[in-house]
């Protein structure tokens, strides 16, 4: 089963580029990359000022029935769903869809000072963190493993960059 | 699997149930919702929840009256209220009336998350956690810390004698030998092991970087500082810090840390609330403390805090017998990770890296495994495919061999040996004229005999 990922409003293409060349290394599955007709405006909170993410998948559910896999939108947009403050992604546990957001991955929002490398792994986390949970898995107790909740980015930087052993036995064709 | 932790989710908004529903769903609890006070009255008589999360302003029976109802069922039930604008008043009302707590609509998701586990952690319902968490145990062991030499044996016992006290310890060892990994092996054994180890590099950051790091900023606390970040020493509440290169903070970080150490609380940078945190402190370093202290550039008694506990790691020269077990499970992680078909290492291959000195320790042998399987043609590692340029002269270097001269000779003997002692050829690959050649072999009066 290939694994998509949807560009929305996301123009980092290096980021995009390493991403791509980091899931392949880690997937037996083929990663592509196609465009979603989604106009972000028409989910955007003005009260917010950050887009409804939860909207966003109903709308990607529409537009991607043709679709055999699992589709991962990446987006640099600041998503919420109502209650939370923000969230970095949202997913469908075992289902199709997920959204990412790398805005609040982005270390000049806390340091003040751009790192691109930390970019990445942070990317990279929450992306197979996302997709976790569209084979089914839930939030693990494990510290190093990709999938231990992380409501902040401190979370993110602390757990670890890989699925456990118990987590990694539900993802199909991931190498390690 | 032990058992989920039932949450009831009352809300007269569809929207605001789903999200709730999926954000606990994800997180592992059974997630209900209500879409009134009325109907979570009755889910709540027929089942029982471990804990409620209840709107306060709902059209019919307000989420105060459920609490008040809700208590006189079960008068220790746990409810989290929601309201839409914070408010004195409200938040008096709501534990007057035996709310836990309150959340003011949106909330930071780390704030839920804390709330809803603290709420949960009282009533000591984290035991059935603590017995699925004993099921996995496995699964959290540093599973990459290789040896089972006799000194390996004797690092492995100290870690499990030290880990189930909660005594400060500090691990020397060089570069490469894996100071980390036995750190984790000390707070995956120790009662901490639930909680998370937070590693920081002090050698890598500035003094104002690592002040920010392991203390954590307020929100606009500096240019840049567009959100609030805890820092490492908050992350390690309940579990343990590791300060690796102990040896290179400043003198006032050192002054910081034998504080923050000995109080175990403190300020985020450019805030006021005093953080205090329940942390295990491990450190490391490959440097001579004791002589720093001497000589005035490590703090005296920041160094009898940190050094209660010692565990030195050899370096993989002085045990060669792991090397054949660290290089199969190098072999392993990588063929697996590159999709190549290397099993095993060739009896030259092996030769070579158990005679090799081994200046970047384990660290540097995996590198080389790396690199041989990037480069390597066959199943096996061949003695051609590790990365060192000395490599096809099959030049080791063994404990005897420290001085550059002996190293010189020793290099000039074997590269004689392998070429029958042709002088013109060897003075090519050696990349030297034929009558320095003659002057080495001179002054080190080597001879055909020699090995």
Not at chain 2, 61 to 86: H, N, P, Q, R, Y
Not at chain 2, 165 to 183: N, P, W
Not at chain 2, 334 to 339: D, K
Request: charged content about 30%.
């Amino acid at each position: 089963m290939d694994i998509y990922l949807a560009p929305l409003r996301f123009y980092n293409t290096l980021l995009l580029q390493n991403l791509i060349t980091e899931l392949s290394k880690r997937f037996s599955a083929k990663i592509r990359v196609i465009d979603l007709d989604i106009n972000l405006d028409d989910f955007f909170s003005i009260d917010r000022k950050q887009y409804f993410s939860t909207q966003i998948i109903a709308e990607a559910i529409k537009l991607t029935d043709n679709i055999d896999g699992k589709v991962i939108m990446l987006t640099d947009v600041d998503i919420f769903v109502p209650v939370l403050t923000f969230i970095f992604g949202e997913a469908q546990l075992n289902g199709k869809h997920a959204l990412l957001s790398v805005c609040r991955l982005h270390e000049e929002f806390y340091s003040g000072i751009s790192n691109d490398n930390l970019l990445l792994e942070r990317t990279i986390k929450e992306f197979l963190h996302e997709l976790g949970h569209c084979y089914g898995l839930r939030h693990c107790i494990d510290w190093d493993c990709v999938m231990h909740s992380s409501p902040g980015i401190e979370e993110v930087d602390i757990k670890g960059s890989s699925f456990c052993r118990n987590c990694i036995s539900k993802i199909e064709g991931y190498k390690y | 699997m032990g058992k989920r932790e039932k949450i009831l989710i009352v809300d007269d908004e569809k929207i605001v149930r789903e999200s709730l529903y999926h954000w606990f769903e994800e997180d592992n609890y059974e997630v209900d919702t209500a879409e009134d006070g009325e109907t979570a009255l009755q889910k709540y008589e027929k089942g029982k929840y471990d804990i409620l999360l209840v709107d306060m302003k709902m059209p019919g029976m307000s989420g105060l009256d459920l609490l008040t109802k809700v208590k006189e069922i079960d008068k220790d039930a746990l409810v989290i209220l929601i309201t839409a604008f914070a408010s004195v008043p409200t938040a008096i009302t709501a534990l007057k009336n035996g709310a836990f707590d309150y959340i003011t609509k949106p909330v930071d998701p780390d704030e839920l998350a804390h709330i809803v586990n603290k709420a949960l952690e009282q009533r000591a319902l984290k035991i059935e956690n603590i017995q699925l968490k004993e099921n996995i145990d496995e699964i959290i062991k540093p599973d990459n810390l290789i040896g089972e030499s006799y000194q390996m044996r004797k690092v492995y016992e100290l870690v499990y004698s030290v880990a189930i006290t909660d005594t400060t310890v500090i691990i020397r060892g060089e570069s490469g030998t894996g100071k980390e990994l036995v750190a984790k092996a000390v707070h995956i054994n120790s009662s901490r092991k639930y909680f998370p180890i937070i590693t920081v590099n002090c050698g890598a950051l500035s003094e104002s970087l690592l002040e920010s790091e392991l203390f954590g900023h307020e929100k606009g606390s500096f240019t840049g500082a567009q959100f609030k970040r805890k820092g490492k020493f908050e992350m390690a509440d309940r579990g343990t810090i590791f300060l690796d290169e102990i040896g290179s903070i400043s003198p006032k970080m050192q002054v910081e840390l034998l504080r923050v150490i000995e109080k175990k609380q403190f300020n985020r940078v450019g805030g006021n609330e005093l953080i205090k945190s329940d942390f295990r402190v491990i450190t490391a370093t490959n440097e001579p403390l004791e002589e720093l202290v001497k000589a005035g550039k490590f703090r005296e008694d920041l160094y009898y805090r940190l050094n209660v506990f010692t565990i030195v790691i050899p370096p993989l020269r002085e045990r060669r017998d792991d090397i054949p077990l660290l290089v199969n499970f190098f072999i392993k992680k990588f063929s697996t990770a590159m999709n190549k078909k290397v099993k095993t290492v060739s009896k030259e291959a092996l030769d070579f890296l158990m005679n090799y000195n081994w200046p970047g320790n384990v660290r540097e042998l995996e590198n080389a495994i790396e690199r041989a399987m990037v480069v390597g043609k066959s199943n096996s590692i061949m003695v051609e495919d590790l990365p060192f340029h000395l490599s096809s002269n099959n030049f080791a270097l063994n404990n005897d061999v420290k001085s550059l001269a002996a190293m010189e000779r020793k290099f000039i003997l074997n590269t004689l040996n392998e070429n029958e002692w042709n002088i013109s050829k060897t003075a090519q690959i050696l990349e030297i004229d034929r009558v320095t050649l003659y002057n080495k072999i001179n002054k080190y009066n080597l001879s055909k005999n020699d090995y």
